[in-house]
């Protein structure tokens, strides 16, 4: 069945500068990637999703690139603020309503 | 507006015991989804509804695991004599029912078996 791989389980880097989570799928029919934020205490909540028509998404701050070929896409964080600090989990569609979720990625701003 | 919750946000309960988590989700969201999360893992798919449709029990443990949606709108997860492995965070989430729609996080319910 489908799996997705997330690495790093841990990322921490100096406020203002970039980061990078990546994640790899195993189903070549998934069509939909999503990456959600979950703070401390509370339910996931969805930053930004990607389509498989397209290869690259911004959202401000935020952007997801896919490579199809490669079964992988990233999570791109630049200018990095302490809000930013929480639990990010990357997910890949399988079928017509489940999504199969990766392990999650703490990222840590340090001041 | 009102978004998705659940209750109770936390209960201990002893092996054996049978426990019922509660979800209220968004109004008018067809869609509704059960997933467990384990300390340091991502979300485990157990349930899913989708309006009247027979609900999609393919990702529900073992057979002590069961859920219920009434009237569309409030949904019920029952754990029948709870195990130690069944400690994790319950979280619920709804959407207005296509993949492509963003899914709504009630804060999860922590169970804790002992």
């Known amino acids: 069945g489908e799996n997705v791989e997330q690495h790093p389980s841990t990322l921490s880097v100096q406020e203002g500068d970039s980061a990078v989570i990546k994640c790899t799928y195993s189903d070549s029919a998934s069509n939909y990637f999503p990456w959600y934020k979950q703070e401390l205490g509370k339910g996931p909540q969805l930053i930004i999703d990607i389509r498989s028509n397209v290869g690259e998404k911004k959202d401000q701050r935020i952007a997801v690139t896919l490579n199809k070929t490669a079964k992988h896409f990233s999570l791109h964080i630049t200018e990095t603020q302490p809000e930013d600090s929480a639990v990010y989990f990357c997910a890949a569609a399988r079928g017509n309503y489940q999504l199969i979720w990766g392990a999650g990625t703490k990222l840590i701003i340090k001041p | 507006g009102a978004g998705v919750s659940q209750s109770p946000s936390n209960k201990v309960t002893e092996k054996g015991k049978d426990v019922e988590l509660r979800c209220d989700p968004i109004?008018?969201?067809?869609?509704l989804y059960w997933y467990r999360q384990s300390l340091g893992q991502g979300l485990e798919f157990l349930i899913y509804?989708?309006?009247?449709?027979?609900?999609?029990k393919s990702g529900l443990p073992s057979d002590r695991f069961s859920a219920e949606r009434t009237g569309g709108s409030v949904s019920t997860l029952t754990i029948q004599r709870t195990q130690q492995e069944d400690s994790a965070v319950y979280l619920c989430?709804?959407?207005?029912?296509?993949?492509?729609?963003?899914?709504?996080f009630g804060p999860g319910t922590r169970l804790t078996v002992l």
């Open positions: 989430a709804s959407s207005l029912g296509t993949l492509y729609n963003e899914q709504f």
């Open positions: 109004s008018g969201h067809t869609a």
């Open positions: 509804f989708q309006g009247n449709s027979a609900p999609d």
